[in-house]
């Protein structure tokens, strides 16, 4: 008997009931996609893991893609579980959504072909890891990577499996932002020499912090084991569930938030998505505060800034300016030809360029390896303020030349039963 994949059987279960006069029943137009829908054999199947504020909006930017059926989401929590179900359940006109609590059950289900990944930052590599084991292509937020180390391994779990991986810097898919890279890219610009990343307020790590023990709520409300995932162990605390951000264990500061978009936005306007500055120094207490350093001397500053998020590429020639108000500025103004360009920042067209590059099997714009560069940049960032001191970088190696304490920073203590 000839074996089918789910699509397969799927194509041929209508395409035999299409062309056979004798079938004893009728196939429903929406299942041919003769109505405008798409028929079940081309649809996306997906599944949703962490439905919260972000996870809860690119979970419904991709659902308003006819080509995606979501048909479960996982979260530890019990009340963000409830209402995703709420969502999928009405957009599918079913009850059928499944919930979950522990992500590995959704990826052990064969009919998903992938995942969105809105966990929190701590989580966001090791999840889609294991996803990409499971045989799924993955939607992940930004920052995409805790440590270099789970950069490296992502990176490459992606490339040895064939996984189509896009990373959540949805600004790489924005018309102005793209522009503004490639006047740097085309030499436009001149001889790029500074290129500024904005990091939407004061650079800093987070530090540490502990809460009383409190207690553990029931398991369907807050599976705390799971919210914990590869960071040390530590009582409950509620305060914890909304002030993650400011702990380092489960996140990087305003450096990873921040310049996963700002910085990886340099690296794409210098064609650097394979390699990451050499030299990383602090200079300042204000404004201008990180300089990191490219083999080829392009200069990469970090900057303290405030709202609009911004990036600006200078070179002997030239400079150009962009921002998520829509502001794009150019020197000289002819650079602009009377181009107009909208404002925000929406994910919609990055999460539409990530479907379109599933079925053919394309290389998205947000990489995994792309993603692991201008992270690595923002982890040595990090690392230099830590230290308070300059490092340099071996980007073919991916490692400090002659310094044993960085190279320790590259990785962290993942607890117990998680590994890379």
């Not at 959704?106 to 966001?124: K, S």
């Not at 522009?179 to 001149?190: E, F, K, N, P, V």
């Not at 990191?292 to 200078?314: F, K, M, N, Q, T």
Request: with cysteine; glycine share 10%; net charge positive.
């Amino acid at each position: 008997m000839k074996k089918y994949s789910r699509r397969g059987w799927l194509r041929h279960v209508a395409g035999t009931v299409a062309v056979s006069a004798a079938a004893p029943y009728v196939v429903p137009s929406s299942v041919l996609g003769a109505d405008g829908t798409v028929s079940p054999s081309e649809r996306i199947v997906m599944g949703a893991i962490g439905i919260g504020g972000r996870g809860g909006y690119v979970m419904g930017a991709l659902m308003r893609n006819k080509d995606v059926q979501m048909t479960a989401v996982c979260d530890v929590r019990g009340d963000r579980r409830k209402s995703a179900k709420g969502r999928v359940d009405k957009q599918n006109g079913s009850s059928d959504c499944k919930t979950y609590i522990d992500f590995r059950d959704l990826l052990a289900r064969g009919d998903i072909d992938a995942v969105m990944i809105a966990t929190g930052e701590n989580w966001h590599a090791m999840a889609a890891i294991l996803a990409a084991k499971a045989g799924k292509d993955i939607y992940s937020e930004k920052p995409p990577t805790h440590t270099i180390a789970e950069g490296r391994a992502l990176a490459d779990t992606i490339k040895r499996l064939g996984t189509v991986y896009q990373c959540g810097t949805q600004r790489r898919s924005i018309t102005r932002f793209r522009y503004a890279a490639d006047l740097a890219r085309s030499g436009a610009l001149g001889e790029l020499k500074t290129l500024r990343a904005e990091g939407a307020g004061r650079i800093s790590v987070p530090g540490y912090f502990s809460a009383p023990p409190q207690p553990l709520p029931p398991r369907d409300q807050v599976a705390w084991d799971l919210w914990l995932g590869p960071a040390p162990w530590r009582p409950y605390n509620q305060k914890y569930l909304g002030k993650w951000k400011g702990h380092r264990d489960f996140q990087g500061g305003s450096i990873s938030e921040w310049g996963s978009h700002t910085v990886d936005l340099c690296q794409m306007a210098l064609d650097a998505d394979d390699t990451s500055p050499v030299e990383y120094e602090y200079i300042g207490d204000r404004g201008d505060r990180i300089r990191c350093r490219y083999a080829s001397g392009v200069e990469l500053i970090l900057i303290d800034g405030s709202w609009p998020l911004h990036v600006e590429y200078e070179g002997t020639e030239g400079s150009v300016y962009v921002d998520d108000d829509g502001n794009i500025r150019t020197k000289p103004e002819s650079l602009l030809r009377g181009r107009t360009f909208g404002k925000g920042y929406p994910a919609e067209g990055h999460v539409r360029a990530f479907l379109n590059c599933i079925k053919p099997r394309r290389t998205p714009v947000s990489n995994a390896e792309a993603t692991h560069r201008s992270m690595t940049t923002c982890h040595i960032a990090n690392m230099v303020l830590v230290l308070g001191r300059p490092l340099k970088w071996d980007p073919v190696k991916e490692e400090f030349a002659g310094d044993p304490e960085a190279n320790r920073m590259r990785s962290r203590a993942i607890r117990g039963p998680w590994h890379t």
